[in-house]
């Protein structure tokens, strides 16, 4: 077999999942610095009627909640790149067991196996990662 026949991916799987993390990064910061710009673009509360102050108010807590999980989002993005340089990417950070090929590739700064995850979901365990 030769290297053309080798795909990215069985080349160096952690480069794939490399590239997938820093383009989410670079979307989630993109989309976090234009949350910003929408929150700064306020008009004065006291110009508006009930209904429209309403809609503000509404609008304000969106754009909170939004950059609120871009936050948590680009959090664990940043914590997964950083498990690739110190070799510990694809590791579970609770039990240690390696996360699944699939798991990964679908969700690249996933920090649990699947069986951690489900537990974490049912309240049996804490989300907490492990002291290394």
């Known amino acids: ?3 053309s026949d ?23 910061e993109s989309t976090m610095r234009a ?12 110009i508006l009627d009930p209904a ?13 909640s939004q950059g609120s999980h871009g936050h948590a989002q680009l959090n664990l993005v ?10 510990s990417y694809g590791e579970c950070q609770h039990c240690g067991e390696t996360i699944g090929s699939k798991r990964l590739e679908a969700v690249p700064w996933v920090r649990s196996c699947i069986t951690c995850q489900e537990k974490i979901e049912r309240g049996e365990m804490d989300d907490s990662v492990r002291a290394a």
């Open 1 to 3: 077999m030769n290297h």
């Open 6 to 28: 080798l795909t990215p991916s069985t080349k160096n799987p952690n480069r794939m999942y490399e590239e997938k993390l820093l383009h989410q990064k670079q979307l989630l």
């Open 35 to 46: 949350t910003v710009r929408q929150g700064r673009q306020t008009i004065a509360e006291d």
């Open 52 to 64: 429209d102050q309403a809609v503000f108010s509404y609008e304000k807590e969106l754009l909170f």
């Open 78 to 87: 940043k914590q997964a790149l950083l498990r690739l340089e110190d070799g």
